[in-house]
């Protein structure tokens, strides 16, 4: 039956050290059944992965490994008329122990009350700590470790049907296994390149998300350089002289998997360009776009697709608004944020209004500098909400004194216009939690819990740290997972960051 392995060999392609490759060779087609166990004096924990395709050669990805540890494997194969034959002896897996210098993760959770799976985090390094690198990493309901990769800063992985990992590193988006081989990628060259090369897209960089299509095809966010004159110099001093300056502004491309380039929508043609919001006279896009100074003008950062009427939705920071609009027309359709400073001949209708009975005080009501909608079921949005500043220029102080992040979920109506608050944490929170820069906020299908990604904290030794917090969808939320990731070195110029986090049912398919 068998001629030749099982072979079970760890990390072999050297970028994921608890994943192992097994290997083996059959006389007939044969499905393979794989027992696991971890045997010491304290644990007992065994599981079981079968696999459905019948072949005579395998080559298959054994997941789910715990570093620094010990394991049994026993290696069954079924015939297609379903006879078992066992290998006779169990194979011997060894994990490594964690690298010196990986981030501190802590975990303390009611597993029975969780959304079932793993846990996904893109951790950002700072400081000292970009020696080590960026990491991705996948935790259980406990916090133990069962996957990771190191490598460069990971954007907005997720998982795909096909139980591979999609994400962004710099001007690159990666489809990858989970033994880290590479599926397919995608480099973004600039539209001035004479010849498009397979695998390239025609557009400027790459930047905060990739997100797959219902149709196959997927968005992501690029940007533009302009010039115009008579610009603010000013957030503060609606009087301060004006100046040209190099604007950059958010386009939304959407592209096949070949690479082609199906449609691209500017926002600075949807939008005001002179409107300005807190942090958008910076100069985020100097490095990218070199030569003149730029103005960071949008610095969108979550873009999505809605199946359902045909439109996109997208995130922009320094503008304090999340905007809809049609993908067949690029028809604005509405824009959730604050009312300060729009045109309102040219964008009043357009601007959604709290209802008349939620009486919130508006630094309160609207996300600002937010982060990461989504649809819910429900057909509400969930939304990051940063919650920096309560206000828009030309305001010298912020109006939300009470600095705190929170999820928040907005119902819309569409028909008159107006936006409700229908459920948030964050401002109730036992403990309020304030994140500056990135975040998330995933409604879970199975629970309706919802996973808080609060990615930038300041702790107490003024590091950069973040938490990762599940609570239930109800008033007053009840907290039911929650993950520090920290640096606890007396290194004073260290410190972990976290973009976002998904909730995954398997590290298979």
């Not at 520090?484 to 398997?506: A, F, K, M, Q």
Request: glycine residues 6%.
């Amino acid at each position: 039956m068998f001629l030749s392995g099982p072979v079970i060999e760890l990390d072999p392609n050297l970028n994921t050290p608890l994943a192992g490759l097994l290997t083996l060779t059959t006389d007939q087609p044969v499905r393979v059944s794989l027992e696991i166990a971890l045997e010491t004096e304290t644990d007992n924990k065994k599981w079981r992965i079968d696999f459905d395709q019948f072949n005579t050669d395998h080559s298959l990805p054994v997941l789910g490994f715990r570093p620094n540890k010990k394991y049994s494997v026993i290696v069954h194969v079924f015939s297609q008329t379903d006879e078992q034959t066992s290998f006779e002896q169990p194979l011997t897996v060894i994990t490594d122990p964690l690298p010196d210098g990986f981030p501190e993760i802590h975990v303390e959770s009611t597993p029975e009350l969780m959304e079932p799976g793993l846990t996904l985090i893109e951790i950002i390094p700072e400081g000292s700590n970009a020696e080590f690198g960026a990491l991705l990493v996948i935790v259980d309901e406990t916090g133990e470790i069962v996957w990771y990769q190191t490598g460069s800063r990971f954007t907005d992985a997720r998982q795909t049907p096909e139980g591979n990992l999609l994400f962004i590193v710099g001007n690159k988006i990666f489809e990858m296994d989970m033994l880290g081989n590479t599926v397919r990628e995608w480099r973004a060259v600039r539209p001035s390149s004479k010849q498009r090369i397979k695998g390239t897209i025609a557009t400027a960089t790459f930047h905060h998300e990739v997100f797959p299509m219902t149709n196959g095809h997927y968005l992501v966010m690029s940007a533009e350089p302009r010039s115009f004159d008579h610009y603010p110099t000013s957030e503060t001093d609606k009087s301060a002289p004006t100046e040209t300056a190099r604007v950059v502004g958010d386009v939304i491309v959407e592209f096949t998997a070949d690479g082609s380039i199906v449609k691209q929508w500017s926002l600075l043609d949807m939008l005001d360009p002179y409107r300005i919001g807190f942090g958008a006279l910076g100069s985020h896009w100097d490095g990218t776009f070199k030569g003149k100074k730029t103005r960071d003008w949008s610095h969108g950062n979550a873009v999505i697709h809605d199946p359902s009427d045909d439109t996109i939705i997208v995130s922009l920071r320094h503008q304090d608004a999340t905007i809809k609009f049609n993908r067949q027309t690029g028809q604005l359709i509405w824009i959730l944020g604050p009312h300060e400073n729009w045109d309102l001949k040219k964008f009043g209708k357009y601007l959604l209004t709290p209802v008349s009975d939620q009486k919130i005080e508006l630094a309160y009501f609207f996300p600002y500098h937010q982060h990461a909608p989504e649809i819910m079921p429900n057909g509400n949005i969930m939304i990051y909400d940063n919650g920096s500043y309560g206000a828009n220029p030309f305001h010298a102080k912020p109006r939300r004194t009470k600095v705190f992040s929170r999820a928040v979920e907005y119902k819309i109506n569409e028909e008159t216009m107006e936006v409700e608050i229908a459920w948030e944490y964050g401002s109730d929170a036992d403990r309020k939690i304030y994140s500056g820069a990135l975040g998330d906020a995933d409604y879970l299908p199975k629970t309706g819990n919802v996973l808080i990604t609060h990615g930038n904290l300041e702790a107490k030794n003024k590091k950069q740290s973040a938490v990762i917090l599940e609570v239930t969808h109800t008033t007053p939320a009840k907290e039911v997972f929650n993950m520090t990731v920290i640096d606890e070195t007396e290194d004073p110029e260290s410190g972990w960051r976290v973009y976002r986090s998904e909730r995954l049912n398997s590290l298979y398919p």
